[in-house]
């Protein structure tokens, strides 16, 4: 009971040390990040290595040879110690969070601009919220995200709103 406790404490201590690194991060993504670590690093020693990555790839379907899997921890492996640190690892999966993130607001943009002219309309927001909101609620959706007033949102305006977590 006790080795349990210390290690619900630990985990907690180290999710507030990664919090405090990156505030941007929600207590999930951080969580997420802990959990991809800890089933990467199969003899729990706090570290990734070849091995280790090999594994991984192996089990989402990945034949990588020799090669692939040591540029792949060169390319994380910042203080070359022949291992991926949680640090190392954390440092990383911030970024590609970001990455993903970034990928996943400009394909909502994409899919809402029908006609692909780089702004997003009334008659494009009520094209795909017909049925969902009323034209009222489609209006003023428009309306706080429009901030320079032009009719139309442009993709600075629907990332700085966060148009797309309000809609998907």
């Known amino acids: 009971m006790e080795a349990h406790r210390k290690k619900k404490t630990q985990y907690e201590r180290r999710i507030q040390e990664c919090l405090k ?3 941007t991060l929600t207590r999930e993504q951080v969580e997420d990040i802990l959990k991809s670590f800890s089933a990467l690093d199969v003899n729990g020693d706090g570290k990734i290595s070849r091995s280790e990555i ?3 790839l192996q089990l989402l379907g990945g034949n990588p040879t020799h090669e692939e ?3 792949l921890l060169r390319s994380q492996d ?3 110690d022949g291992y991926i640190s949680f640090e190392e690892f954390f440092n990383y999966s911030r970024i590609a969070d970001v990455d993903m993130e970034k990928e996943r607001m400009k394909t909502a943009f994409r899919t809402l ?3 692909g002219n780089g702004f997003i309309t009334l008659s494009e ?7 969902v909101m009323d ?3 489609i209006e003023q959706i428009l309306k706080d995200a429009d901030s320079d007033k032009n009719g139309k949102i442009d993709y600075n305006e629907f990332v700085d709103k966060k ?3 309000k809609l998907f």
């Not at 927001?125 to 049925?131: N, T």
Request: a negative charge.
């Open 78 to 80: 910042i203080n070359s």
């Open 21 to 23: 690194k990156d505030p």
């Open 113 to 115: 601009d029908k006609d």
């Open 135 to 137: 034209l009222e609620e």
């Open 54 to 56: 090999v594994r991984a």
């Open 69 to 71: 899997a040591e540029e």
């Open 125 to 131: 927001l009520r094209s795909i919220l017909h049925g």
């Open 163 to 165: 148009l797309c977590a």
